[in-house]
């Protein structure tokens, strides 16, 4: 019993030391990215002690000020806002539809979100950019978050279905005996009961937003308009890289969505492994 | 009197019908715009020359495919992609399924190392490359490295390690693929952690009886259980390392021609630095073909191995 439990032991502890170190992979870069962020311009070439010697702090001021960090944030918040309602409600009335609705056409529409996620489309940006030029939505925010929440779109609605198809049509059915329209329905029944499965859909988008880069590189060319990701790129182009501002910038982009997960990771658990299934 | 009351209700389905179809008229209208129509557009594009301004876009029919045959920097870069591919496929997915068989055990800190692993996967592709661009950064200042894997390195004594890692030819595209690898596995790892937990843990208490070590419950319970998932993760897999370009941009920007192009980022110089639509969407036609032959295959793969 003896040499089995301190087998166990032995075997815990390599897992253990496998597991930390990952874990020190994961987080270190993040680590030195804000250390970084506190230092001077010559200090941070120079010191290399974990905690540097003097932390200072205006790096964040230069970055959200004279680094056009402060737009970009807005401009990121309001994409990810905007899109994300948008998918909500455009996918939850289309899941809806699909779920519980009769009309014809449906299996044949419905078909071709499923085989929008199934096929990949690379390179799609070049017709979607002359498209948008053509039609004057070049640098234009309601453009840019028209594309998005297409790209957003077909998921949304496959995970809403399922969810729906799953859940029990008794409350439904007793609140259209109630004398409740189909939208009074969508609205009051179906979709605080699909709660859980919105949750998914909200943080999944946002990552996707938040995080997006190409559409915005090419559809948005106005400093006043561009989201952090785009801001990025332009701060580090245009100077001669500051890199205690640069990485000022780079946390003020990565601490909110990091937030946004440890507040939320249960969720992107529960999505990614349902993700799997329906894959 | 029935054929009126016939007539009332097929009306009232229609009206019905039509409201309901309302529910997907908005998705439907956006999809249309911002899917089918450039899906078409590609295609069409794809058979034109076209500088982007012209308001002619004569019809070449399949010269920009005939002339993509021999561009060697296209089949350079897909060759780049696929290399990043197999790296991530091998590296980082056995990485992912052994912190998963880590985790699916009674151990301690389990949700911790959850939490943490998941991280690299949420930011975005811009702030890793910069990142570690800075940590791997090779320049000297005052006789020490500025970057800080190269001054650990040294002050470890691993002075024949010390590298420049992102400028020299022989070294940049697998250092992109670990950082990708790095910044993926996060992903895998859940997944194939949530499959783990599906097994039924009857089925390893019935290979213990049966006297089946723990390397045989491996290969003959935990893996054929696993198939499922171990697909999706492999798909998934190549489908985003294929495309991976943000990462590529922001690790190395322009640096390094001839060693670090991928397929995007050669559809964007078409389209961007050279002005040639008709050709950019060329490749992305050849390259959404490759992606999706590969994918069909696999999944026939799979279901060939399931019947056997």
């Known amino acids: 019993m003896n040499k089995y439990k301190a087998a166990n032991l032995f075997q815990n502890f390599f897992i253990h030391a496998f597991l930390l170190t990952v874990t020190f992979s994961c987080l270190f870069p993040l680590f030195w990215m804000v250390r970084c962020s506190l230092m001077t311009n010559s200090t941070i070439l120079v010191d290399k002690a974990l905690i540097p010697g003097t932390i200072v702090w205006h790096n964040y001021v230069i970055a959200w000020t004279k680094g056009n960090f402060g737009i970009y944030f807005l401009n990121s918040m309001i994409y990810t806002v905007s899109v994300v309602f948008g998918i909500v409600v455009i996918s939850s009335l289309a899941a809806y539809a699909f779920s519980r609705l009769q009309f014809p056409g449906k299996n044949i529409i419905f078909s071709l979100f499923v085989a929008a996620m199934m096929i990949p489309l690379p390179g799609s940006f070049v017709p979607l950019y002359v498209m948008m030029s053509k039609l004057g939505l070049v640098n234009n925010r309601a453009g840019y978050i028209l594309c998005m929440i297409n790209v957003g779109l077909s998921l949304s609605i496959l995970l809403l279905k399922t969810f729906f198809d799953k859940m029990p049509s008794d409350l439904e059915d007793a609140a259209r005996i109630d004398g409740c329209t189909k939208l009074g329905i969508w609205r009051h029944v179906a979709l605080p009961l699909a709660r859980p499965a919105l949750a998914v859909i909200v943080i999944y988008n946002s990552l996707n937003v938040w995080n997006e880069y190409i559409l915005a590189t090419l559809l948005l060319s106005d400093k006043a308009k561009m989201p952090l990701q785009r801001g990025l790129e332009v701060f580090r182009g245009a100077h001669q890289v500051d890199y205690p501002v640069l990485m000022a910038g780079l946390t003020l982009t990565a601490l909110p969505i990091i937030v946004i997960y440890l507040l939320m990771q249960k969720h992107i658990v529960k999505g990614l492994s349902s993700g799997a299934v329906v894959g | ?308």
């Open chain 2, 1 to 308: 009197m029935s054929t009126v009351i016939k007539n009332k209700s097929s009306v009232f389905e229609i009206k019905g019908n039509f409201e309901n179809f309302l529910f997907v008229l908005p998705a439907l209208v956006i999809f249309s715009f911002f899917y089918i129509y450039p899906f078409f557009e590609l295609i069409n594009l794809s058979l034109r020359e076209w500088n982007g301004v012209d308001p002619f876009r004569p019809l070449v029919w399949f010269r920009n495919f005939q002339d993509l045959a021999y561009d060697e920097v296209w089949w350079k870069s897909i060759w780049h992609a696929g290399y990043i591919t197999l790296i991530a496929l091998t590296f980082q997915n056995v990485l992912a399924f052994a912190l998963a068989l880590a985790c699916d055990r009674e151990i301690r800190m389990k949700r911790f190392y959850r939490v943490v692993f998941f991280i690299p996967p949420v930011l975005s592709e811009m702030v890793v490359g910069y990142i570690w661009n800075w940590i791997l950064d090779p320049n000297m200042q005052n006789g020490q490295y500025v970057g800080v894997v190269n001054y650990f390195l040294v002050k470890m004594g691993l002075l024949n390690l010390v590298h420049n890692w992102l400028s020299d030819p022989n070294t940049v595209l697998t250092t992109i693929a670990v950082i990708h690898s790095w910044k993926g596995f996060g992903w895998g790892f859940i997944m194939l952690l949530a499959g783990l937990q599906t097994i039924d843990k009857q089925l390893y208490e019935a290979a213990k009886v049966d006297g089946a070590g723990s390397w045989s419950t491996f290969v003959n319970v935990t893996i054929p259980m696993m198939m499922p998932v171990i697909l999706v993760v492999v798909i998934l897999t190549i489908l985003g390392s294929m495309q991976a370009f943000v990462l590529i941009i922001s690790l190395v920007s322009q640096g390094l021609a001839g060693y670090t192009e991928v397929p995007v980022t050669q559809i964007l110089t078409s389209m961007n630095g050279n002005k040639q639509f008709g050709y950019a969407c060329a490749q992305a036609v050849v390259f959404g073909l490759i992606l999706v032959v590969s994918s069909f295959a696999l999944k026939k793969f799979s279901d060939r191995m399931k019947q056997a």
